[in-house]
């Protein structure tokens, strides 16, 4: 489970990214969070794993207090939050078997890491996190040879083979077309049904979050405005998280009655 308990995070700049962050996920659900650029998505997707440190408050991931986590206990947390980003991270000039091979970096010994050989164990794990994300075909071809669909796989498959509980997708569809973004999108829904992982995911195609999410998360302005089901969304809801429609509406009425 993921709890914020009244989180606040501001940046060195006095940036207010977060303001009062209230907020339970349970395994396995499947959250969008939507809201403009500059909403505070990013931050709170990475407030999770420790890649922003918050500024106020609390935050329990999977019954662990995530502040008071230090180097290696870190690095053992992360294991289990696996992270997929819009430019996929990845290392283009070699295979994508060595890209999914490198989710095993901190579990194996040194002479492993220094001469790049992995057990067999491993090489199955891999090879079969392709197969799940159906490009184990590709797994000897170099990944500036595939497609960004492909590539995202690739950056899916690396994920899977840690076996994390929570995927944080930070705008996995950015780059995408609409055909491969439904790809990318299936995957997601499927690792979610079949293997329960909790996926939570900032994006800004809202008729993409709406159809694949239970859950919807809106921020504005570094808060909560929305936090309910994908089906109960309703056009007043998408004005309130983007530009706060219905308050202009209100301000214009309440001009037009003193004139
Ligand atoms: N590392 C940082 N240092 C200082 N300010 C930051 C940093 N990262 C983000 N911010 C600021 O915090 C606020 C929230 O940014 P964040 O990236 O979380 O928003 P977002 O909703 O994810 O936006 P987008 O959709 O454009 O990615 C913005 O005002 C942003 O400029």
């Not at 606040?8 to 990214?17: D, F, G, I, P, S």
């Not at 901190?106 to 891999?126: E, M, N, Y």
Request: with cysteine; glycine share 6%.
């Amino acid at each position: 489970m993921i709890e914020f308990i009244d989180v606040h995070k501001t940046y060195t700049n006095e940036v207010k990214a977060l303001h009062a962050i209230n907020l339970k996920i349970e395994q396995g659900e499947f959250v969008a969070i939507i809201g403009l650029s500059g909403a505070g998505k990013s931050t709170l997707l990475r407030c999770i794993n420790r890649m922003h440190d918050i500024t106020k408050g609390k935050l329990i991931v999977n019954n662990i207090d995530v502040a008071t986590l230090k180097g290696k206990e870190i690095r053992r947390f992360r294991r289990k939050i696996g992270m997929i980003f819009q430019s996929f991270n990845l290392v283009t000039r070699t295979t994508v078997l060595k890209n999914v091979l490198v989710s095993f970096v901190p579990d194996a010994p040194l002479w492993r890491k220094w001469t790049g050989v992995f057990s067999k164990q491993h090489k199955f794990q891999a090879l079969t996190a392709l197969d799940k994300v159906g490009i184990l075909d590709k797994a000897y071809v170099r990944v500036d040879q595939l497609s960004g669909g492909q590539q995202q796989r690739v950056s899916l498959a690396r994920t899977l083979a840690q076996h994390p509980d929570i995927i944080l997708a930070d705008e996995p569809i950015a780059s995408l077309d609409p055909v491969t973004s439904k790809q990318v999108m299936d995957d997601l829904k499927d690792i979610n049904q079949n293997m329960e992982m909790t996926i939570l995911m900032n994006i800004h195609h809202v008729e993409v979050a709406l159809e694949y999410a239970d859950r919807i998360i809106g921020v504005r302005k570094g808060e909560i405005v929305y936090d309910g089901k994908a089906a109960d969304v309703t056009q007043d809801i998408l004005d309130d998280i983007y530009g706060g429609k219905r308050e202009d509406m209100e301000t214009i009425e309440q001009e037009e009655a003193y004139v």
